[in-house]
């Protein structure tokens, strides 16, 4: 699991683009779904929940086409990994 976020300039647009061609690029390098939050205290940040391993995330991020497919979905930033510091049972 991953656990990324981003700013963006639109959120249909993002989304839009999220759920089409990233979706796409995604599955390419592995990944098996995502869930988006949007943040409650600021607007143009999403959280993504990914099921997806780490060395998938690093492949997706590093493909060339993946810039590209950032600019059209209108990314303000890079999206980032949230580093894990622990898990625990319930």
């Known amino acids: 699991m991953i656990l990324a976020t981003t700013k963006f300039e639109d959120l249909d ?5 999220f759920s089409t061609k990233g979706a796409a690029k995604r599955r390419e390098h592995g ?3 995502a869930t988006v939050f949007r943040d409650p205290i600021d607007e143009d940040r999403v959280w993504v929940v990914f099921d997806w391993d780490a060395e998938g995330w690093q492949d997706f991020v590093s493909d060339p086409d993946v810039p590209g497919i950032f600019q059209e979905a209108g ?3 890079k ?3 949230a580093p894990l510091v622990g898990q ?3």
């Open 13 to 17: 647009r993002f989304l839009k683009v």
């Open 31 to 33: 990944s098996k779904g």
């Open 75 to 77: 990314h303000v930033v």
């Open 79 to 81: 999206p980032q990994p």
């Open 88 to 90: 625990y049972d319930a």
